[in-house]
Structure formats: structure tokens, C-alpha cells
């Protein structure tokens, strides 16, 4: 199947610390989405990158989507202990499924 | 927010018998997906689910796996004779708005445990 590789696998930061996980594809992406998944809970969709070189931000959060479109990153700027959990970026090789990357667990020591 | 609705929450089965997982995914949505996850691991693909068509499905999704529509506001995902292995998180997903431009939302899950 389709493979998407992201790292770090795991982050430990230190509160007010800066973190980023990387998404990269082999392939070129028609789009790429990123979720969070709290400790025991369910993927929440936090954004959706379609075009090449597009950068996005919510808040803390800013989201890439590099130039040539086979990789993205997500950057949150000064961490706070709301933001552990594990990040996952998606990705939508033929309109028909999502592949998951195998996830970024943020850990946030206060 | 429109919401995915999944039941039970956790289900214990033992090896070999069958389990059924239920979900209401967001109205008037033609795609719908179901996905698992191994304690700790990445979310898997496991079938996407087209007008009431089986869309596309994963190498997961084998002999022992089907899905079905009821009725027409549910979903069911059924493993007809579960396996040690099948223990996970299923989650079924909805596209959040109709079409695949923002995203899926997830259903809270269940947890299956196979002993």
C-alpha cells in the first residue's frame, strides 16, 4: 500500500518549547490533512493543505505543504500542556481513502 | 458540530464469535469510512463505503469483514468470527462536510477486545 512516513515518532518538550512533526511522501499529494488524538480519544481533523509551497496557521499551530507537494510539516509554536497528543498527518492518493502516517506522540512536561 | 455516533463504546468478544459495531455517521453524506487502531499504533484504512456500495477496501478487510447499511441511517461493520488479532479501536468517519474537502469526522469508537 501507500506509504507516508512521518517523524519523530515521539517528542518530549518542556512547556513554552517549540515542537514539529514532519509528514513526507515519496509521491506527489493531491492534498495532505492533519489530526490530533488526545490519550483515548478520536482523530479530530485540524486542517487540509491542497496547494504547493501552502502555509496555513491557527493560532499556535502553522501547517506546510512543501513545493513540490510530497511533504508537510506542523509547527506549534511555545507548547502547552493542551497540546499533548498524538498528531497525525492523512493522506489522499486517489479520492478515495485516507492513508494515516504512523503519528507524532507529543508529550508536554510542565 | 454534526456528529458520528458509534456504539457500543467497548465490546468483549471471545475468539470466534461474532461481533457487530454501529455507527450513525453524519447525515446526507454519500462516503463513509470505516478505520481501526491497534492499541498505540497509526489509524488503518479499512473499507470506504460509496452509495451504498463497498467503494474500496483494504487488505484488512478480508473474507471475515463486512459491512452493511440496514437501514438508512446506520452502519454496521461485522467480523464474523474474531481473532486475538482483531482487538483495536474501530472508528467510522464521515467527510465533514459532504465532500473530502475538510476532512473526516470521527466517531468516538469502539473499543473491541477479543479474549
Known amino acids: 500500500g501507500q506509504q507516508v512516513m512521518q517523524i519523530p515518532q515521539y517528542q518530549h518538550v518542556q512547556e513554552g518549547e517549540d515542537f514539529t512533526t514532519y509528514c513526507n511522501s515519496s509521491?506527489?499529494?493531491?492534498?495532505i490533512q492533519w489530526y490530533k488524538q488526545r490519550p483515548g480519544g478520536h482523530p479530530v481533523f485540524l486542517i487540509q493543505?491542497?496547494?504547493?509551497?501552502e502555509v496555513k496557521k491557527q493560532k499556535r499551530l502553522t501547517f506546510q505543504f512543501g513545493e513540490a507537494k510530497k511533504n508537510s510539516s506542523l509547527h506549534i509554536t511555545a507548547t502547552q500542556t493542551t497540546d499533548v497528543g498524538t498528531y497525525f498527518c492523512?493522506?489522499?492518493?486517489?479520492?478515495?481513502?485516507?492513508?494515516f502516517g504512523s503519528g507524532t506522540k507529543l508529550n508536554v512536561k510542565p | 458540530e454534526p456528529e458520528v455516533t458509534q456504539t457500543p463504546s467497548h465490546q468483549v468478544t471471545q475468539m470466534g464469535q461474532e461481533v457487530i459495531l454501529r455507527c450513525v455517521p453524519i447525515?446526507?453524506?454519500?462516503?463513509f469510512y470505516w478505520y481501526r487502531q491497534i492499541l498505540g499504533q497509526k489509524v488503518e484504512f479499512l473499507v470506504s463505503?460509496?452509495?451504498?456500495?463497498?467503494?474500496?477496501k483494504s487488505e484488512i478487510f478480508d473474507d471475515q469483514f463486512s459491512v452493511e447499511r440496514p437501514d438508512g441511517s446506520n452502519f454496521t461493520l461485522k467480523i464474523r468470527s474474531t481473532k486475538l488479532e482483531d482487538s483495536a479501536m474501530y472508528f467510522c468517519?464521515?467527510?465533514?462536510?459532504?465532500?473530502?474537502?475538510?476532512?473526516?469526522?470521527f466517531g468516538s469508537g469502539t473499543r473491541l477486545t477479543v479474549v
Open positions: 492523512a493522506v489522499d492518493y486517489n479520492f478515495n481513502k485516507f492513508y
Open positions: 509521491t506527489t499529494l493531491s492534498n
Open positions: 493543505l491542497v496547494k504547493s509551497g
Open positions: 447525515s446526507n453524506h454519500l462516503y
Open positions: 463505503f460509496y452509495n451504498n456500495e463497498i467503494s474500496e
Open positions: 468517519a464521515s467527510p465533514g462536510t459532504g465532500d473530502r474537502s475538510y476532512g473526516y469526522t
